[in-house]
Each structure stands twice: as C-alpha cells, then as structure tokens.
C-alpha cells in the first residue's frame, strides 16, 4: 500500500473515532443537571421531613385523646370520693384515696403541660404542606374535646373545694383547686397551639 492510500486511510479512522467519541457537556448542562439534583434532593428531604412531623402530630394526637380520657376518670373519681366525704362511714380511708387522687391529677397536669411542649416545638418546625393538613386537623379536633373536659373537671372542682375544706381535707382541696386550674390552662394554650399549627400547614 502506497504512502498515499495509508494517510487518506488515517485521515477516515481519525474522523470515525471523533464520530464515535462522546461530546463534552456544555458548562451550561453541567449546570442545570446539577441543579436539577439537588432540586430532587431537596424535595426528597422535605418529603421525609413531613412524613416524620406527620407520624409525631399523629402520635401526639394520640396523646392528647389519652388525656381526655383522663380528665374524664378523674371527675368520675371526684365525684366518687366526693360522695364518701359528704357521707363518711367509720373506717373509710378517704383521706389516703383522696392523697392518692391529688397524685395522680398531678401527673395528669404535668403530662398536659409536657404535650404543650411537645405541640410548641412541631408548630416550630412545620412549614405549609397540604399533606399535614388532615393529621393537624385531627390533633386540633382532640384539643378541643379535651379542653372541654377539663372545663367541666375544673367547674367540679371548685364546689369540691369546698366540701372538703367543710369536712377537713384543707391540703387536699387546695391541692385540688390548683391541678384544675392548671391543667384547664395547658388544654387552652394546647388548643391555642393546635390551631396555630393547622393554619402554618395550611400556608394561610
């Protein structure tokens, strides 16, 4: 093969090899797929973000429903103790029930007053998302039916408060007055929250 025939052979494989090799990506496209994934990137974390902050509403709703049923064993237990005091019989260990009450109605209030602060810190991080809507709809709806059970634990507990300090309970009935009175203000600012979180997932 003469000299002629191997360079235009050269000059043909050198332009099939260019052909066949990959263009380089413009700075432009580099770029914009970079963007692109870290769109995707970000969108991903604020879907884990809302799915995590939903399974917390959901289980704090859980919470506050507990609660409310809490409220309502303890004005079912006053209500009990409270005929016991107004009609003693000899031998009935009142007082020890009644100290034994006054504990757990503390623990109910400190519990309200922990989920107020649980509430406080995911209206914090909650950003509007159609998706946290319905779970902050549900948590606000519990709020509200436990805020109205300790309004009628708190109206029994002022007319309690008087009979036991007529009967002699005076610690007790103080101890009494105060739980409600708290806990009646954690289920207010709780409900005052709840709304507060519906309406930043609401983006309104």
């Not at 809507?133 to 948590?139: D, E, G, I, K, T």
């Given at each position: 093969?003469?000299?002629?025939?191997?360079?235009?052979?050269?000059?043909?494989?050198?332009?099939v090899?260019?052909s066949?090799?990959?263009?380089?990506?413009s700075?432009?496209?580099?770029?914009?797929?970079?963007?692109?994934?870290?769109?995707?990137?970000?969108a991903?974390q604020?879907?884990?973000?809302?799915?995590?902050?939903?399974?917390?509403?959901?289980?704090?709703?859980?919470?506050?429903?507990?609660?409310?049923r809490?409220?309502?064993?303890?004005?079912?237990?006053?209500?009990?103790?409270?005929?016991?005091v107004?009609?003693?019989?000899?031998?009935?260990?009142?007082?020890?029930d009644?100290?034994?009450?006054?504990?757990?109605?503390?623990?109910?209030?400190?519990?309200?007053?922990?989920?107020?602060?649980d509430?406080r810190?995911?209206?914090?991080?909650?950003?509007?998302?159609?998706t946290?809507?319905?779970?902050?709809?549900?948590?606000?709806?519990a709020?509200?039916?436990?805020?109205?059970?300790?309004?009628?634990?708190?109206?029994?507990?002022?007319f309690?408060?008087?009979?036991?300090?007529?009967?002699?309970?005076?610690?007790?009935?103080?101890?009494?007055?105060?739980?409600?009175?708290?806990?009646?203000?954690?289920?207010?600012?709780?409900?005052?929250?709840?709304?507060?979180?519906?309406?930043?997932v609401?983006?309104?």
């Open positions: 093969m003469g000299k002629p025939t191997m360079l235009v052979s050269f000059i043909l494989l050198a332009a090899s260019a066949a090799s990959p263009a380089i990506p700075f432009e496209f580099s770029a914009a797929q970079l963007q692109s994934s870290i769109a995707a990137m970000r991903d604020v879907k884990a973000k809302a799915g995590a902050l939903g399974a917390q509403i959901s289980r704090l709703t859980w919470d506050v429903e507990r609660a409310e809490d409220a309502e064993k303890l004005r079912s237990d006053l209500r009990w103790l409270l005929q016991r107004r009609f003693p019989r000899q031998g009935d260990s009142v007082r020890w009644l100290q034994r009450f006054t504990q757990e109605f503390s623990q109910v209030t400190r519990d309200a007053q922990w989920r107020l602060g509430l810190h995911l209206t914090a991080q909650a950003q509007a998302d159609e946290l809507v319905a779970p902050a709809q549900r948590l606000l709806d709020s509200r039916r436990f805020k109205t059970a300790t309004n009628w634990l708190l109206m029994d507990a002022r309690a408060y008087f009979d036991l300090l007529r009967a002699g309970y005076a610690f007790e009935g103080m101890d009494l007055d105060r739980n409600s009175r708290d806990v009646d203000q954690h289920a207010q600012d709780l409900n005052g929250e709840a709304n507060k979180l519906l309406t930043k609401r983006g309104s």
